[in-house]
């Protein structure tokens, strides 16, 4: 497995994710600027770090999603390479149009720090492996922008295609408006892209890969990718 | 050339942040204020001379990056 991580002005996890990359997979990611016009040759996995690219300036994300690296990143993903998007990076992929939907101001318009439980939906694809169905993960979240909007239409075709990564839910792995941090529609963490080599989600399983920090629930991600290629 | 590019949120996407002024609005004693809606507006001074030319210009600017479609509407007025 081979992966690089996008560099823009304004991430801040791009040394978390790496960390944890180089856990899974031996081997430490090439790290690319925003400006290149090209992914390192050999790619399997391009990660789009969290953050706060160019400051949030217009929308979260809008103008990452629109630099040079994220033409390459889309023509990786249209020949079926993974992308991962952790926070900011789900929002660049919003905006980038890989992943529909868009991720709007948190419904109570906090900023959200926390410890969250997730529900792995599916533990059959490329992402999810290590997992079992239904089990609920901790992870941590981090945003401000988190609460996913998308279409009635759309939100449809997600749930009957199964491109449904992630929900949050409480400690039972029920899914509850309680256990909801952000609004989101149906609990929404994280979605696929319809061939499920794409995968955006707010919260930061690269931050639990470490007893140390007082948990390891995100590893599976990061060794499910590291057995994909 | 200057203009003018309004953009607002569509209608039923909920906007917490227009919800909020709404609310210090009422907490400020500002009556009669039955809804709040936030947008952004952006002055721009544009190259092209002709009026067609410009609306070009500004319209592809909005559908590329100043609005997200999928939940914002966008208005150009040119001067």
């Not at chain 1, 061939?195 to 007893?211: A, C, I, Q, S, T």
């Amino acid at each position: 497995m081979r992966a690089a991580v996008v560099v823009f002005p304004g991430s801040n996890r791009e040394g978390d994710v790496a960390r944890a990359l180089k856990l899974a997979t031996g081997r430490p990611p090439d790290m690319v600027w925003h400006a290149e016009r090209d992914l390192p040759a050999g790619v399997d996995l391009v990660v789009l770090p969290g953050g706060f690219s160019y400051g949030d300036y217009l929308r979260c994300g809008a103008i990452a999603a629109r630099a040079h690296a994220m033409d390459a990143v889309r023509a990786h993903a249209a020949r079926g390479g993974y992308v991962l998007g952790i926070c900011n990076g789900f929002q660049i992929l919003c905006e980038g149009g890989l992943l529909p939907g868009v991720l709007m101001r948190n419904r109570d318009l906090r900023f959200v720090s926390k410890m969250q439980r997730i529900r792995v939906e599916r533990a059959d694809t490329a992402f999810t492996r290590a997992y079992a169905k239904g089990q609920a993960i901790e992870v941590a979240i981090a945003h401000g922008e988190g609460n996913y909007e998308v279409d009635d239409e759309t939100m449809a075709r997600l749930e009957g295609e199964g491109r449904v990564a992630f929900r949050y839910c409480d400690a039972a792995g029920a899914v509850t408006e309680a256990a909801n941090p952000n609004g989101s529609t149906a609990g929404i963490a994280g979605i696929y892209s319809e061939r499920l080599n794409v995968l955006g989600l707010m919260p930061h399983p690269e931050n639990l890969v470490d007893p140390l920090v007082g948990g390891t629930d995100g590893r599976g991600l990061f060794d499910s990718l590291a057995r994909a290629a | 050339m200057k203009a003018r590019v309004t953009v607002t949120l569509k209608s039923g996407v909920l906007d917490p942040q227009g919800k909020a002024i709404e609310g210090a609005l009422r907490s400020l004693g500002v009556e009669g204020v039955a809804s709040v809606r936030q947008g952004k507006v952006f002055d721009v001074e544009l190259a092209a001379a002709d009026r067609a030319g410009a609306e070009a210009t500004l319209k592809a600017a909005c559908e590329k990056l100043l609005a997200n479609v999928i939940v914002e509407n966008y208005r150009i007025e040119v001067a």
